[in-house]
């Protein structure tokens, strides 16, 4: 079965550091973009970062030149890197693997990281 596990969340203060992992198993991972969404509280689920099949990144407005986000396909993984954090950032952090197909689309998600960014 499709298994994507996320890792790395925590407590952090601000202008703080974390690396948000997350493990996937159970699909071709080399054919998928991959995803970071997030949701705070009260809020809609986000898309933070992706990365397609390639190698190229895209990331939200408000996390660019702050966060990395990159994929080693040896290791079936996708890595966020969070420098600079501020307390807007405190939110579930998921992963997501996608495969758009010209007809249908296959999408998978984790069941979330914490991260919470706080004095």
């Known amino acids: 079965q499709v298994q994507l596990v996320e890792s790395g969340g925590g407590l952090v203060q601000p202008g703080g550091s974390l690396r948000l992992s997350c493990a996937a198993s159970?699909?071709?991972?080399?054919?998928?973009?991959m995803e970071w969404y997030r949701q705070a509280p009260g809020k809609q689920r986000e898309l933070v970062a992706s990365?397609?099949?390639?190698?190229?990144?895209n990331y939200v407005d408000s996390v660019k030149g702050r966060f990395t986000i990159s994929r080693d396909n040896a290791k079936n993984t996708v890595y966020l890197q969070m420098n600079s954090l501020k307390p807007e950032d405190t939110a579930v952090y998921y992963c997501?693997?996608?495969?758009?197909?010209?007809?249908?689309?296959?999408?998978?998600w984790g069941q979330g990281t914490q991260v919470t960014v706080s004095s």
């Open positions: 990365i397609t099949r390639d190698e190229r990144p």
């Open positions: 997501s693997a996608r495969w758009v197909l010209i007809k249908n689309e296959y999408n998978y």
């Open positions: 159970g699909i071709i991972f080399s054919v998928y973009a």
